[in-house]
C-alpha cells in the first residue's frame, strides 16, 4: 500500500544513523548554536557533548534545530537544560558549550511511539513499520502515575526520558503526524487511508484506566480524540503550513483553531 512505502521510506531516512556535526559557533545570550549539515529537518533533537578525554563525554545541553539555510548548510540549534541524568549526590561539571563540542541529533530516533484511536489501526501501523515500537500500554502506565488521563506536551518527553524513545507518530485522520518527541515538532505528514469503526480514549491501549490527579492541567478525562490531539500539534506547530491546510480543509468544528497559527511570521 502506498502509505506503508511511503511511511517506511521516511522512517528508514530518519533512523539511518545519529547525527554528529562540530559546533562552529555559540551565542550564550540567546542558548544558540550553529552547525554545518548537509541537510537535517527543523525539529531534531539531541544534546550537545563535550569530550573529557578518549572515550569519556559529558552531555552539557538538549539541543534542536529552530532553523536551517539551505544555501549555507548552517543549522541553528536552541540549547535548554540536561535534566535527564540529574543526581543531586554527584558532582556536575561547570563547563559551557564552546566551538569545537559535538552536537549529536536524532537520538532515540531508532525507537517510537504510536497514539492510534483504536487497536486495528494500532497493529496495522505497527506491523507495517520497521522500526521499534516501545508499546503504548508503557505510555498509559507514566500517565496513569502523573495523573494525566489526558496525556500533556510534558508527559511525552517524560516517556522520552523514561525509554529512549526519539520519535513519535499520531494518526489522525487517515494521516500519520511524524514529530520529533521532544521538541514536538512535525517532521513528516503522510497519507494513511485506513478504515476506522471505533475510538478508544484517551488512545488505544490494553490499560483500562488511567489514574488522574483531582485537580491541574491533565487530570480531566479526554472526551473527543481528533479535536484534542489536533490542538496540540497545533500548539507546537504554528507555523506548519501543511497542518494549516489540513485543518482549513477539514472538519468545520476545528476551525477554530486556524487563529492559533502564524503562518509568514
Do not use: C
Request: charged share 25%; hydrophobic share 40%.
Amino acid at each position: 500500500m502506498k502509505y506503508i512505502v511511503l511511511l517506511l521510506l521516511f522512517t528508514l531516512h530518519l533512523f539511518a544513523a545519529m547525527i554528529k556535526a562540530p559546533i562552529l559557533s555559540v551565542d550564550e545570550k540567546h542558548m544558540t548554536a550553529t552547525i554545518k549539515l548537509d541537510h537535517i529537518d527543523v525539529g531534531v533533537s539531541g544534546f550537545i557533548v563535550h569530550t573529557l578525554a578518549p572515550n569519556h563525554t559529558s552531555i552539557l545541553k538538549n539541543a534542536h534545530v529552530i532553523k536551517y539555510d539551505k544555501e549555507s548548510h548552517i543549522a541553528t540549534l536552541k540549547m535548554s537544560e540536561f535534566t535527564a541524568l540529574r543526581n543531586n549526590s554527584l558532582p556536575s561539571g561547570k563547563w559551557k558549550v564552546s566551538v569545537g563540542d559535538e552536537a549529536q541529533l536524532a537520538f532515540g530516533y531508532s525507537r517510537a511511539l504510536l497514539i492510534a484511536p483504536s487497536e486495528e489501526i494500532y497493529h496495522r501501523i505497527t506491523k507495517s513499520v520497521q522500526i521499534q515500537w516501545v508499546h503504548v500500554d508503557l505510555f498509559a502506565t507514566v500517565l496513569s502515575y502523573r495523573g494525566h488521563p489526558t496525556p500533556l506536551k510534558e508527559d511525552f518527553e517524560a516517556m522520552s526520558r523514561a525509554s529512549s524513545v526519539g520519535l513519535l507518530f499520531f494518526y489522525l485522520d487517515q494521516k500519520v503526524y511524524t514529530l520529533d518527541i521532544k521538541s514536538f515538532t512535525i517532521l513528516s505528514i503522510s497519507d494513511a487511508p485506513l478504515k476506522q469503526d471505533s475510538v478508544k480514549l484517551p488512545f488505544y491501549s490494553r490499560v483500562e484506566k488511567i489514574e488522574a490527579n483531582w485537580w491541574g492541567a491533565g487530570s480531566d478525562e479526554l472526551t473527543e480524540y481528533e479535536p484534542y490531539y489536533y490542538e496540540l500539534l497545533v500548539t507546537n506547530n504554528k507555523k506548519n503550513k501543511e497542518l494549516y491546510e489540513i485543518i482549513k480543509n477539514g472538519d468545520p468544528k476545528l476551525h477554530y483553531l486556524l487563529k492559533e497559527f502564524k503562518i509568514g511570521e
